[in-house]
């Protein structure tokens, strides 16, 4: 069983920054896949960037070169760096653990 908490989402103007924050409980976590989803109002949830147990990242296209996941496992907690947001960034963002256990997501909305 694994425990996530996001925190670090809010309000900011399109080109601003934003650094997200999950921390996990519970569980061995240098094993866990670790990710951060967002959800755009009314679409579908989608995957931004995964941190392997190995560390390696993986991005979606939309945010390559703007977003950067690191993780830091002797304190438990995977971060999400996001530079240079977008009006269309604007969503709630979900931490995830092995894409099975979800925290309950933070709000981050970017302004034009």
């Known amino acids: 069983q694994v425990q996530l908490v996001e925190s670090g989402g809010g309000l900011v103007q399109a080109g601003g920054s934003l650094r997200l924050s999950c921390a996990a409980s519970?569980?061995?976590?240098?094993?866990?896949?670790m990710s951060w989803y967002r959800q755009p109002p009314g679409q579908q949830r989608e995957l931004v960037a995964l941190?392997?147990?190995?560390?390696?990242?993986n991005y979606a296209d939309s945010v390559k070169g703007r977003f950067t996941i690191s993780r830091d496992n002797a304190k438990k907690t995977v971060d999400l760096q996001m530079n240079t947001l977008k009006p269309e960034d604007t969503a709630v963002y979900y931490c995830?653990?092995?894409?099975?256990?979800w925290g309950q997501g933070t709000q981050v909305t970017v302004s034009s």
């Open positions: 519970g569980s061995i976590f240098s094993v866990l896949v």
């Open positions: 995830a653990a092995n894409a099975k256990y």
């Open positions: 941190s392997t147990a190995g560390g390696i990242a």
